[in-house]
């Protein structure tokens, strides 16, 4: 079956590896992403980068000692 333009369409793979239970699953666009989808999308990476920012060796949140110290 051939896949229209847009979207969204979602493809999802499940398999068993060495006994456990795996699943991918990907949400795509064909030819364009219409706006609805676009701009969720841009407020994802945004955050996704000042993570990532956030997330530097020796770093620690307060939060993650004290589940350690518990």
């Known amino acids: ?3 229209e333009n847009g979207g ?3 493809s999802i793979v499940t398999a068993q590896v060495d006994g ?3 699943e991918l699953e990907r949400t795509f666009f064909l030819g364009y992403v219409p706006e609805w ?3 969720p999308f841009a ?3 945004e955050a996704r980068a000042t993570a990532f920012a956030m997330a530097l060796p020796g770093r620690f949140s307060r ?3 004290a ?3 518990r």
């Open 63 to 65: 939060r993650s000692i």
């Open 1 to 3: 079956m051939p896949m």
């Open 43 to 45: 407020a994802m990476l």
């Open 37 to 39: 989808a676009a701009a």
């Open 20 to 22: 456990y239970g795996v």
């Open 8 to 10: 969204p369409h979602v």
């Open 67 to 69: 589940r350690c110290e």
